[in-house]
């Protein structure tokens, strides 16, 4: 970067130490990956100086014939990779996604149904701080208190007594797999549409390691980052029926041109995830989460659910006298990357809660091995059993930064050795 150093020195600063930053800890946060470095070739690509609004083959502006061969590839594999009919790689976030199925098939008022924020749901799914449960009427099924797993015949039970016109299913941080057949019986008993938000087990689906809802849901929404492990973006599978009014709604209905850079990027992650290597990498993905729940539980530590099926565990920061914000600012300390998170029935505000959200995505890109994750974990139970004390907090610091020497990310091991030295 050293044609951004000489013209801004500030940036090129951040950008450095965003780099020390993601080799000197280990990122746990569920909703975070590392990509390949090809994929950041084609973000940063000459794609970034194209306008092209509208869709292959109709488009708004001219010389498009080369964006319309990179849409295109897009499409085509995400139809492929996940079995779908149709499907859109235009919006710019998850979010945007949301948004626009909502936008394509619902009018302002109508009822979803989705689960709670604080139960795992996600807030475009209905929250009161999004735009989502603004525009609509959002009502909320949750998680039973007993098991902590979504409650099907509770969610009928509420399906027909509200008459959603949407019925949606996925959320940011549940741990267990989603009964999809269920939620198609529900919402055809109360007629309406289902939407299944994908975005954290989207690579797990692709990998064959969690049930498919393509074949269920009217609507599927994802990101590619995460356990996709792609470019940061959104995109929709649906029914072919749905696409002309899904089309309208992304554009010109709540976005402007599409960012090409990105949908190159897309395109390659789908290529990538149809490999047998990707399929390896999401195999470790899971058995990481399996080895690190495992034992952050047999140390007497809650873990929401007992534990997990997919890539991500809800730990109970309560059950070892800590707030989700004091464990996050404590793991953080030892150089351990983490998020504090609402878990079901919390007695505590969003800001301070009783968990910690751990995910393996993007320690599994890193190349961390189940036994890897084992001493992380193991370093985990220890800071959290004893925050405060300094020789446990030196004893994990070295720990983390001797697996963090393992594994340079983006550099060989001896930029690796440069860099951090430089910055110590």
Known sequence: MERLASLDHELFEALKGELVRINTTIELIASENFVPSVIMEAQGSILTNKYAEGYPG?????????????????????????????????????????????????????????????????????????????????????????????????????????????????????????????????????????????????????????????????????????????????????KEQYGPAIDKAVFPGIQGGPIVQNIAGKALCFKIAMGDEFRQYARMVVENARVMAQVIADAGIRLVTGGTDNHLMLVDTKSVGLTGRQAEEALEEVALTVNKNLIPYDTEK???????????????????????????????????????SATVKAEALRTVLELCRRHPLYLDQFEYGLLTKKEA
């Open 350 to 388: 969003p800001w301070e809660t009783s968990g910690i959200r751990i995910g393996t995505a993007a320690a599994t890109s890193r190349g961390f091995t189940p036994d890897e994750m084992q001493t992380v974990a193991e370093v985990i139970v220890k800071v959290l059993r004893d925050p405060a």
């Open 58 to 238: 109709r488009r708004y502006h001219g010389g498009c014939a080369y964006i319309d061969i990179v849409e295109s590839l897009a499409i085509q594999r995400a139809k492929a990779l996940f079995g779908a009919e149709y499907a859109n790689v235009q919006p710019h976030s998850g979010v945007n996604a949301n948004l626009a199925v909502m936008h394509a098939v619902l009018k302002p008022g109508d009822r979803i149904l989705g689960l709670d924020l604080h139960h795992g749901g996600h807030l475009s799914h209905g929250s009161r701080v999004s735009i989502t449960g603004r525009v609509y009427q959002a009502q909320s099924y949750g998680v039973s208190k007993e098991t902590e797993q979504i409650d099907y015949d509770e969610v009928a039970r509420i399906a027909r007594e509200i008459r959603p016109r949407m019925l949606i299913a996925g959320g940011s941080a549940y741990p267990r797999v989603i009964d999809f057949p269920r939620f198609r019986d529900i919402a055809d008993e109360v007629g309406a549409y289902l939407l299944v938000d994908m975005a954290h087990i989207a690579g797990l689906v692709a990998a064959g390691l969690h049930p498919s809802p393509v074949p269920f849901a009217d609507f599927v929404t994802s990101t590619t980052t995460k356990t996709l492990r792609g470019a940061r973006g959104g995109f929709i599978l649906a």
